[in-house]
Antibody, heavy 124, light 108 residues
Framework: QVQLQESGPGLVKPSGTLSLTCAVS?????????WSWVRQPPGKGLEWIGEIYHIGNTNQNPSLKSRVTISVDKSKNHFSLQLRSVTAADTAVYYC?????????????????WGQGTLVTVSS | EIVLTQSPGTLSLSPGERATLSCRAS???????LAWYQQKPGQAPSLLIYGASSRATGIPDRFSGSGSGTDFTLTISRLEPEDFAVFYC?????????FGQGTRLEIK
């Protein structure tokens, strides 16, 4: 059973950088899956932030692309998110998730495993 | 990007009743790459349906998905008390991945 666990500071100052890590257990981050970050502002809906494949390929939501870096550390079986120049609008529960699977050259990016989520508040 | 519009915003029903939730896309969803999730308070979303109509592992058969192109439906045939939650659709046929705004299913 794959499990994901987010970790990182729960409070970030405005204009600072939000940094989170997602530890993957029960499976290898080098499997044929993409690994994503999704966020949810309090009381609101879900927003996809971006994804990474274990060889380092990344995709980001254009709405956040200029501020987002996603990286992977295969030796630690985890992947990370950095979001720069944060404002109060970036306050949200941040989830990491596994995106389905890839097969025959196609990837099916529905999210079958999720972390429990971590609330990050942007405030001075 | 593909905008997903879910309706209704809130659905009030009683246990045992049938629920029909709609998800409409601003343009055709490639290969019907449409998923549905259930989210209970304080929890992460949980996958119900992928590929518009395939149930995820362990999902009861009272949950079913249908539709194609721009119009998709999630049906819960007979509501159980544990089904009341917020439901989201998600398209993964085009980048960026997008979600609908959610439908809240509440007990009448």
């Amino acid at each position: 059973q794959v499990q994901l666990q987010e970790s990182g500071p729960g409070l970030v100052k405005p204009s600072g950088t939000l940094s989170l890590t997602c530890a993957v257990s029960g499976g290898s981050i080098s499997s044929t899956n993409w690994w994503s970050w999704v966020r949810q502002p309090p009381g609101k809906g879900l927003e996809w932030i971006g994804e990474i494949y274990h060889i380092g390929n990344t995709n980001q939501n254009p709405s956040l692309k200029s501020r987002v870096t996603i990286s992977v550390d295969k030796s630690k079986n985890h992947f990370s998110l950095q979001l720069r120049s944060v404002t109060a609008a970036d306050t949200a529960v941040y989830y990491c998730a596994r995106a389905g699977y890839c097969s025959g050259g196609s990837c099916y990016r529905f999210f079958d495993y999720w972390g429990q989520g971590t609330l990050v508040t942007v405030s001075s | 990007e593909i905008v997903l519009t879910q309706s209704p915003g809130t659905l009030s029903l009683s246990p045992g009743e049938r629920a029909t939730l709609s998800c409409r896309a601003s343009q055709s969803v490639s290969s019907n790459y449409l998923a549905w999730y259930q989210q209970k308070p304080g929890q992460a979303p949980s996958l119900l349906i992928y590929g518009a109509s395939s149930r995820a592992t362990g999902i009861p058969d009272r949950f079913s998905g249908s539709g194609s192109g721009t119009d998709f439906t999630l049906t819960i045939s007979r509501l159980e008390p544990e089904d009341f939650a917020v439901f989201y659709c998600q398209q993964y046929g085009s980048s960026p991945i997008t979600f609908g705004q959610g439908t809240r299913l509440e007990i009448k």
